[in-house]
């Protein structure tokens, strides 16, 4: 029943059989089948169907909240064990902000050629996504820009993230010293999402100086908003290493903006009390170590 539940929990979770599928890497009528026995073992409807949204019946709420529980138990057993394998028998869940897709893979690259046998996964997702797994506890790690301020925990910097004003390189304000804020709230502003960290960043420069920006456009990734700025629809306040590392930006230009670079950064975090494993601990190691000439010299 363990393969029904995982389904069950992830359909449960996400609010949607194709959206479980697409993460549990499935075919949908095998997410569909895998449901159905498992309510006609139950002898219960675990779902309902409104319209084109799923949701969960009484049944399935309480076998919800049960299989929560479970796994988050299964997580405590594995987590002990690790650490009884030590790091090269262990494993690393890491999850990191959409910015962080440019270096993490870079490190832990790094990580596995000196740990070949440590098993690793990598999540990617915005600011308020990755608080829900930080409040969830479903990984080792968190790399964070901006760390939630509600939650207990510990964090440990990094590197550097400076914060920046992107336009094309043709564009009019490219080539000026010293712009004021005023100029950039008169430009048309492409925006990153709700929950995202750098659209907190946006907005708070945008207050300090007392003004609004000229939302053009709101986009859900980085590399939507470089191709809007390549496609000449506006400007945006973006981390640098949304350039990636070891790239070519002439197509990009940083405007020289009063105030900028906003300089934050990258950080470790996770929950207090967590027993944080060997393996952990070791990737944590080497990144203080090497993040410095793995990413930071690499930014173009």
């Not at 010293?178 to 709230?185: D, E, G, Y």
């Not at 920006?213 to 859900?220: D, G, T």
Request: aromatic share 8%.
């Amino acid at each position: 029943m363990l393969p029904q539940l995982a389904v069950f929990e992830a359909a449960a979770r996400l609010g949607s059989f194709t959206r479980a599928a697409e993460s549990l890497h499935l075919a949908q009528p095998t997410v569909s089948t895998q449901i159905r026995k498992l309510s006609e073992t139950l002898e219960l409807p675990l779902f309902e169907q409104i319209g084109r949204k799923v949701h969960l019946t009484p049944a399935g709420a309480a076998l919800y909240e049960g299989c929560q529980e479970l796994f988050s138990a299964f997580e405590r057993i594995e987590d002990r064990l690790s650490g009884l394998r030590g790091v090269e028998g262990g494993r690393l869940r890491l999850a990191v902000s959409t910015t962080g897709k440019y270096f993490a893979p870079r490190l832990l690259a790094r990580f596995v050629e000196q740990h070949p046998k440590v098993e690793v996964s990598l999540q990617i997702h915005n600011r308020q996504g990755l608080i829900d797994r930080f409040v969830r506890n479903e990984d080792d790690l968190y790399v964070f820009a901006n760390p939630p301020t509600e939650c207990e925990l510990v964090s440990q910097p990094i590197l550097p993230n400076p914060l920046v004003v992107f336009a094309r390189a043709d564009h009019p304000l490219a080539g000026q010293r010293r712009i004021p804020m005023s100029a950039i709230a008169d430009e048309p502003f492409l925006m990153r999402e709700q929950g995202s960290g750098t659209r907190l960043v946006a907005h708070e420069a945008f207050d300090r100086a007392g003004l609004q920006p000229n939302i053009r456009m709101e986009l859900s990734t980085n590399e939507a908003i470089k191709q809007a700025i390549l496609a000449g629809l506006g400007i945006s306040i973006l981390s640098r290493y949304t350039l990636g590392l070891d790239s070519d930006p002439s197509q990009l230009v940083v405007l020289d903006v009063e105030g900028f670079p906003i300089e934050r950064r990258w950080q470790f975090v996770y929950p207090v009390g967590k027993q944080v494993s060997p393996t952990a601990r070791a990737f944590m190691d080497l990144v203080r170590n090497e993040a410095k000439t793995l990413v930071q010299d690499h930014l173009p």
